[in-house]
């Protein structure tokens, strides 16, 4: 017989309320626009002070071990808990004020430190294993026999098997990694924000789009400057890299962005040295070869064996793309008079080779993408294919001005959740997009719904002259990928909260927001969101065909990219992380350029590699992890191959898909859940097929 208990949740009147400090208030969703600096380090230190509390109670607690006596209680306190620290940590990637910085950095090593000692509490694992003995735990469902399963095993990896000095080392290094990956991120938003190159000689930015041309001009005069300012956000390098006739000036701009933080008041070298010894001897301490295979073994990939076989299956493949991919550019380079392909060509030289064989530019496309017209057209997407309505409600608690707030509720009329949006950048925001998921909620005892809530995020080209920001393609698809992150998080209905939502292997993770991507393509989808934002025309049926036509365009070069930074991703974490206690920063360097040098057309490219600004590996949590990237990309093109054959706008495939995996968090194992939606393993060849085609010559 499978046991059911129920999964109750503790009180509100079981946690400490303070409505001076905002932290600490219950409110759905939290009063963003009225935490202060210095609500942070009190309202922190409250929580882990009454977490630690809770965690005494129950690791002391001698009644009989039951669901309800421990492991729902454990889950209840770490939630809170962290519903507590949440809000500051999204605040610090989107707001940061060097007053938000230091009362964060201020407590970072004690939430560090509180999370590692849950895990190494001894008290708290004794009692877990003797629930683990008991008839009910053998007896329980296959959901919650998963949860504690996962749980005794988490307990495991963090070290709650060592012995007294060794849970004393593994505290010390988990601390000191939080800091240190901290003060990389610091570092990269440092460096980004600290440069700018005013230009006067308006001849320099030939090339560059008007749009752009006025975006500079305005972040000039805003600075009390004639000419045309330049910074390292993302939508300003790609304007210069893509389109600028001036080489000089695409040289500096690349080596602006590609070298930030290897030198001066925010290098980044040391810093990579250490935290990749750090993590080995994690791994060591814990009884694995390498961090990769630690990491991993929670992953779909297993070991880090594995993941290094799959890039260089990938790569295997890739390569004859790749290299007819760099023959064409420097063929096309030398057409326009270039002697040498150099790094800093690449973009724009591209550009040009795809307006030549296709007749095909990306700004041709972006008067069709108008952030809310892309916006809506999204959700009509998203209410047609899997039933999710959504609908943006009054903006509260927000950060900026610029942020908006929606509401989802399910075809059955259940309220799943609610999420931010914030897509332009800013000084004190963080690069890149991304997806964060802020409040878990899901299904309640009662047979309620408790509502989820996250915040998608990019750094989108900010709106012109009081008009609607326009987009271009890829930007798009990024809006339409985060949204595929929010979607898995919100249509969680998983009942016990930790295995709900986008709480899975990290190479899973990928598949929700890549499968999104793809009706961006499809000419329904477009007609439903993309069009002129003066005239209201969809986009031409010839454009459109140039734009398919360009698709697979520089796809080896792109894939080879991704597979480059895979590759050496693990091999920092397996070959130079062992002997990292011993290596120089410039060793590391070296390191890295020699790595990259597979991946690169010739040396100066590995020269350019970007380290030590790569956020996602020494402080974004892709760790020994970036190959999901492209894991994910086969899943997602065999995947969507269904929607294809079935009907990009069928509701049944839809609702699969949702039923399937959306809505299922890690509740099974994702191959498990592949299978029951597909019928089968997935196939690598869709990839190649979708993104490669055949070799040209």
Do not use: C, M
């Given at each position: 017989r499978q046991h059911r208990p129920p999964l109750t949740p503790d009180p509100p009147s079981a946690f400490v309320t303070d409505d001076r400090n905002p932290l600490l208030e219950e409110g759905f969703p939290p009063p963003f626009h009225r935490i202060r600096p210095e609500h942070v380090a009190p309202g922190i230190r409250t929580a882990l002070r009454h977490g630690g509390d809770r965690l005494e109670a129950l690791a002391a607690d001698a009644s009989e071990p039951t669901w309800e006596t421990v492991v729902a209680p454990l889950d209840s306190l770490s939630r809170w808990v962290q519903e507590r620290i949440t809000p500051a940590t999204h605040l610090m990637s989107v707001a940061e004020t060097p007053e938000l910085r230091e009362a964060y950095n201020?407590?970072?090593?004690?939430?560090?430190?509180?999370?590692?000692?849950?895990?190494?509490?001894?008290?708290?694992?004794?009692?877990?294993?003797?629930?683990?003995?008991?008839?009910?735990?053998?007896?329980?469902?296959?959901?919650?026999?998963?949860?504690?399963?996962?749980?005794?095993?988490?307990?495991?990896?963090?070290?709650?098997?060592?012995?007294?000095?060794?849970?004393?080392?593994?505290?010390?290094?988990?601390?000191?990694l939080s800091r240190l990956e901290q003060r990389f991120s610091e570092n990269v938003l440092d460096a980004t924000a600290a440069f700018e190159r005013l230009i006067r000689d308006p001849t320099r930015l030939d090339g560059i789009p008007e749009d752009a041309r006025a975006r500079f001009r305005r972040a000039a005069e805003e600075k009390g400057e004639e000419g045309w300012l330049l910074t390292l956000d993302h939508p300003s390098v790609e304007a210069v890299l893509k389109y600028a006739h001036d080489r000089e000036l695409r040289r500096e701009i690349h080596h602006a962005y590609t070298t930030r933080c290897r030198e001066g008041a925010h290098d980044n070298r040391a810093l990579l040295v250490r935290i990749l010894a750090l993590r080995h001897e994690v791994a060591s301490l814990l009884g694995y070869a390498s961090y990769p295979d630690f990491v991993l073994e929670e992953r779909m990939a297993r070991e880090g064996r594995r993941a290094r076989d799959f890039e260089a299956g990938m790569a295997e493949r890739a390569r004859p793309h790749w290299e007819a991919d760099v023959r064409a550019l420097r063929e096309h380079a030398a057409g326009l008079g270039l002697e040498r392909l150099r790094p800093w060509d690449v973009s724009y030289v591209s550009e040009s080779l795809r307006r030549a064989r296709f007749d095909f530019d990306d700004e041709v496309l972006r008067p069709y993408f108008?952030?809310?017209?892309?916006?809506?057209?999204?959700?009509?997407?998203?209410?047609?294919?899997?039933?999710?309505?959504?609908?943006?409600?009054?903006?509260?608690?927000?950060?900026?001005?610029?942020v908006r707030f929606y509401e989802l509720h399910d075809e059955d009329g259940t309220r799943l959740g609610a999420f931010f949006t914030d897509w332009f950048p800013r000084r004190e925001k963080r690069q890149g997009a991304w997806m964060h998921d802020l409040v878990s909620g899901g299904p309640r005892p009662d047979g309620g719904f408790d509502p989820h809530l996250g915040v998608i995020c990019g750094n989108f080209t900010p709106p012109a002259d009081g008009r609607t920001a326009l987009l271009n393609h890829r930007e798009v698809e990024t809006l339409f990928h985060e949204f595929g992150h929010l979607l898995h998080h919100c249509t969680s209905r998983v009942p016990v909260r930790p295995l709900g939502g986008v709480n899975v292997a990290w190479d899973w993770v990928e598949l929700p927001s890549q499968l999104m991507e793809n009706w961006t393509w499809e000419r329904e989808a477009l007609d439903l969101f993309a069009r002129h934002h003066q005239t209201g025309d969809p986009i031409p049926e010839p454009l459109f065909q140039r734009m398919q036509a360009a698709r697979r365009f520089m796809g080896g070069w792109a894939m080879m990219r991704q597979i480059g930074f895979g590759t050496v991703d693990l091999d920092l974490h397996e070959t130079l992380a062992a002997r990292a206690a011993h290596t120089s920063p410039e060793e590391a360097m070296a390191f890295g350029r020699e790595r990259f040098l597979a991946f690169s057309p010739d040396p100066e490219f590995a020269d350019f590699h970007i380290l030590t600004s790569f956020s996602h590996l020494f402080s974004g949590g892709y760790a020994a992890g970036y190959y999901s990237y492209l894991w994910a990309e086969v899943l997602d093109a065999d995947a969507f191959g269904r929607f294809r054959r079935e009907g990009i706008f069928n509701p049944e495939t839809g609702r699969a898909y949702v039923d399937a995996i959306l809505s299922r968090g890690d509740s099974r194992d994702p191959e498990e859940l592949f299978r029951e939606f597909m019928g089968r393993d997935p196939d690598p060849e869709a990839l190649i097929h979708r993104n490669l085609g055949p070799v040209e010559a």
């Open positions: 201020a407590v970072l090593p004690e939430i560090s430190a509180f999370w590692t000692r849950l895990h190494l509490h001894q008290g708290l694992w004794r009692r877990l294993k003797a629930y683990a003995d008991t008839d009910e735990a053998r007896g329980l469902d296959a959901l919650r026999a998963r949860h504690l399963q996962k749980t005794l095993r988490a307990f495991r990896r963090a070290g709650a098997e060592l012995d007294a000095e060794e849970r004393e080392r593994l505290e010390a290094l988990q601390v000191e108008p952030l809310d017209r892309v916006q809506e057209g999204l959700f009509r997407i998203a209410e047609r294919v899997f039933g999710i309505r959504v609908r943006e409600a009054e903006a509260q608690a927000v950060w900026h001005p610029d």
